[in-house]
Structure formats: structure tokens, C-alpha cells
């Protein structure tokens, strides 16, 4: 499920990254709600999801 995020495979999931996803789903998040959806799961507060 991780890769269907992180598109470029970099191991991390930028704010950009959830975005296409999210609106891809229908939905229309904010810049800054997708920094605190990131921000809830974001171990070493780096601003990405990193997949260990």
C-alpha cells in the first residue's frame, strides 16, 4: 500500500504524494491539512511519511 503513495519510490511520502492520491479518491485537502495528516505519522519529524 506503500507504493501506491510514494510515487516516485523514494522510501517517503510527500505532502504532494498524499495530495494526487487523496484527490484521486475524490477528496480536496488543504496544503495545510495534508501537512497535519503527515505531521500525526511522522516518527522523525523530517515532514514526510518514510517507509523503514
Given at each position: ?10 522510501g ?41
Amino acid at each position: 500500500a506503500f507504493s501506491l503513495f510514494d510515487k516516485d519510490g523514494d522510501g517517503q511520502i510527500t505532502t504532494k504524494e498524499l495530495g494526487t492520491v487523496m484527490r484521486s479518491l475524490g477528496q480536496n485537502p488543504s496544503e495545510s491539512e495534508l501537512q497535519d495528516m503527515i505531521n500525526e505519522v511522522d516518527a522523525d519529524n523530517n515532514g514526510t511519511i518514510d517507509f523503514p
